[in-house]
């Protein structure tokens, strides 16, 4: 446990959180393995946890009908996968797939709300952090939608 | 500039095409070699103003290495009348060429620090020769990165020589595209988030950024967050030229010319202007 909770603080979305929280937070966590091709997550199952990836890339999709699957954005090591789990209905809204091994700490979302709940400078502290990440792939999103290869004159 | 220099410079010399590569369905690579005389000097980041006869004039920057001295290289994307005639050029063929003109890529001043080079689409284009001009002279620089951003994986510009440099030992290659399907198996997001993963360190690094505007603007604000200088973010813009000698206007940008006070310019001195509409 003393060094999943060191590795788990060393990951960069957790960088510099007081080490209480991490007390905290290192009891909804645990270590995860994933074969390049599985699936993290799909599609409407319950979000009922989220992922901090150490080493590999996660491709998330979403399946069209009469299409192959698209990649809508790939997500790496030091980033975290799944937002879901935060929001009603916990139900996740793509499909995640390791495109390489990953090994990852999976957290659970359930025990990750009831203590933030519990101390709401925790889930403070969980939400900031979130919040920037969920800000930066907003923006991301924001500038795909743009399609600004698509004319662009030498 | 008196009469006789400026006759000089908007007349445009003969250019014979030696080969003409296609790099994607819409883009084409022309080397240029004089009918007469040597071509000349140029530096990272600056452009010709080449000429289909009988049809019209167009700014493209150069995109080869500026230490050959044999040939001009241009990489044309094919948008308008003029671009599609000089695109269709074939070798045997004679263009029109006027320059190098333009302010260039600060690789100078970029000598002691790590150096970022970020590029979307056609963009990398502009930046070729600086990036074989920090390889020739890799001693010089700390830590290089080229972050590369296209549409698709169909879409990615100098593809072998992208793989050739992640080959390389003194160069850190990240590639993405906007939109994939499975059969890709690298990034997919916009080229700003490169800039998180890549290694260099912020406060001693110089980036040199070329795409379309909004890219652009989207990875300076990337750069800047990051802790990179806005004193040491360089773009390079793209504006109607005509004279390329900031003569004509038509490519003013509030107080400066793009083709000659440019195309590079530091973010630092173009930032406020570039959120304004209306220039």
């Known amino acids: 446990m003393e060094t999943l909770e060191r590795l788990l603080l060393a990951h960069p979305f957790l ?87 990953v090994r990852a700490f999976s957290l659970d979302a359930a025990c990750l709300r009831r203590k933030s709940e519990e101390d709401h400078h925790l889930g403070y502290e969980m939400m900031k952090r979130l919040m920037q990440v969920m800000v930066n792939r907003m923006h991301a999103a924001r500038q795909q939608l743009l399609d600004v290869y698509g004319t662009a004159p030498a | 500039m008196s009469a006789a220099v400026l006759a000089d410079a908007m007349l445009p010399a003969p250019y014979r095409v030696t080969a003409a590569r296609r790099e994607l369905s819409d883009v084409v690579t022309l080397d240029l070699v004089p009918l007469a005389g040597e071509v000349p000097d140029f530096a990272p980041g600056q452009f010709n103003m080449l000429y289909a006869f009988g049809v019209g004039e167009a700014a493209i920057s150069l995109s080869g290495d500026p230490s050959d001295r044999s040939r001009f290289v241009h990489t044309v994307r094919d948008v308008g009348a003029v671009s599609r005639a000089i695109a269709a050029a074939q070798p045997g063929m004679v263009l029109g060429v006027r320059g190098p003109f333009g302010a260039a890529w600060p690789v100078a001043q970029a000598e002691g620090h790590d150096i970022v080079i970020v590029a979307g689409g056609l963009g990398l284009a502009p930046l070729r020769p600086a990036i074989y001009h920090v390889l020739n002279n890799s001693e010089r620089f700390g830590r290089i990165a080229l972050l590369y951003g296209s549409r698709g994986p169909d879409d990615i510009l100098f593809r072998e020589e992208l793989g050739a440099l992640r080959a390389r030992l003194d160069i850190d290659v990240a590639v993405t595209v906007d939109h994939a399907g499975r059969d890709w198996h690298g990034h997919v997001g916009v080229v700003p988030r490169l800039i998180e993963k890549a290694s260099f360190d912020p406060a001693n690094t110089v980036a040199l950024v070329c795409g379309p505007e909004v890219m652009m603007r989207f990875t300076a604000t990337a750069l800047l967050g990051a802790g990179v200088p806005d004193s040491r973010i360089f773009l390079s813009l793209e504006r109607n030229m005509k004279c390329a000698l900031g003569l004509c206007g038509h490519c003013q940008f509030g107080p400066d010319f793009v083709c000659k006070d440019g195309p590079v310019f530091g973010y630092d001195c173009i930032a406020r202007r570039l959120a304004v509409r209306e220039i």
């Open chain 1, 15 to 101: 960088a510099g959180i007081d080490p209480q929280f991490g007390r905290l937070l290192v009891g909804c966590a645990k270590n995860v393995r994933f074969a390049a091709g599985e699936f993290l997550f799909h599609e409407s199952d319950p979000a009922d946890e989220f992922y901090l990836i150490r080493e590999g890339m996660v491709a998330l999709e979403v399946s069209v009908p009469g299409r192959a699957p698209l990649v809508i954005s790939t997500i790496g090591e030091g980033d975290l996968v799944g937002a879901s789990w935060l929001v009603a209905p916990y139900r996740w809204n793509s499909d995640a797939r390791a495109t390489t091994p």
